[in-house]
T-cell receptor, first 112, second 111 residues
Framework: DAGVTQSPTHLIKTRGQHVTLRCSPI?????VSWYQQVLGQGPQFIFQ???????GRGNFPDRFSARQFPNYSSELNVNALLLGDSALYLC???????????FGQGTRLTVV | GESVGLHLPTLSVQEGDNSIINCAYS??????FIWYKQESGKGPQFIID?????DKRQGQRVTVLLNKTVKHLSLQIAATQPGDSAVYFC??????????FGAGTQVVVTP
């Protein structure tokens, strides 16, 4: 069975640009969470979606937004990119949110 | 705000020895803790978890200890192998699944 898949794996963007990151959860999982992991630090929670509804939001500016589609895949959007947005963006899926979370390999975003 | 943090940034262990990774948490209301392993270029991988009503839980070669009195969590890896080289995170999970991670400990296994 396929695990959590994220695309693209690597991405380079310029300051001020917009980026969209994509995540496909494990088949049957209805919850998707997004985390930002800056180099040398632990992942920081950004969003959780369950059944297409936002369940929780971390301490991130409004430039960060996300959505979940009817097939439970998800997109994370970041507007007006800053150098400090450079990080590994991780997606995790779980059956119902509070169950065990399975992480994808992440998207490495570099903002120059 | 509340946070979960680690004592040691890097731990060097000889192959075959036991490893102990420590973690301090500050939220005394925390109910559920998880240890994750993250290898280079990969996402975090679940190792073992423990609820606040337990003091100890054992898995395959791993043991997690929870001391609620001093708000301390540890992960013990028995007979450390080269494949155990990775960054290890403790994390607190809330009732709806939000994970709050610590900074991580790099474990380096030497031959």
């Amino acid at each position: 069975d396929a695990g959590v898949t994220q695309s693209p794996t690597h991405l380079i963007k310029t300051r001020g640009q917009h980026v969209t990151l994509r995540c496909s959860p494990i088949s049957g999982h209805k919850s998707v969470s997004w985390y930002q992991q800056v180099l040398g630090q632990g992942p920081q929670f950004i969003f959780q979606y369950y059944e297409k509804e936002e369940r929780g939001r971390g301490n991130f500016p409004d430039r960060f937004s996300a959505r979940q589609f009817p097939n439970y895949s998800s997109e994370l959007n970041v507007n007006a990119l800053l150098l400090g947005d450079s990080a590994l963006y991780l997606c995790a899926s779980s059956s119902q949110g509070a169950d065990e979370a399975f992480f994808g390999q992440g998207t490495r975003l570099t903002v120059v | 705000g509340e946070s979960v943090g680690l004592h040691l940034p890097t731990l060097s262990v000889q192959e075959g020895d036991n490893s102990i990774i420590n973690c301090a948490y500050s939220n005394s209301a925390s109910d559920y803790f998880i240890w994750y392993k993250q290898e280079s270029g990969k996402g975090p991988q679940f190792i073992i978890d423990i609820r606040s009503n337990m003091d100890k839980r054992q898995g395959q070669r791993v043991t997690v200890l929870l001391n609620k009195t001093v708000k301390h969590l540890s992960l013990q890896i028995a007979a450390t192998q080269p494949g155990d080289s990775a960054v290890y995170f403790c994390a607190e999970k809330n009732s709806w699944g939000k994970l709050q991670f610590g900074a991580g400990t790099q474990v380096v296994v030497t031959p």
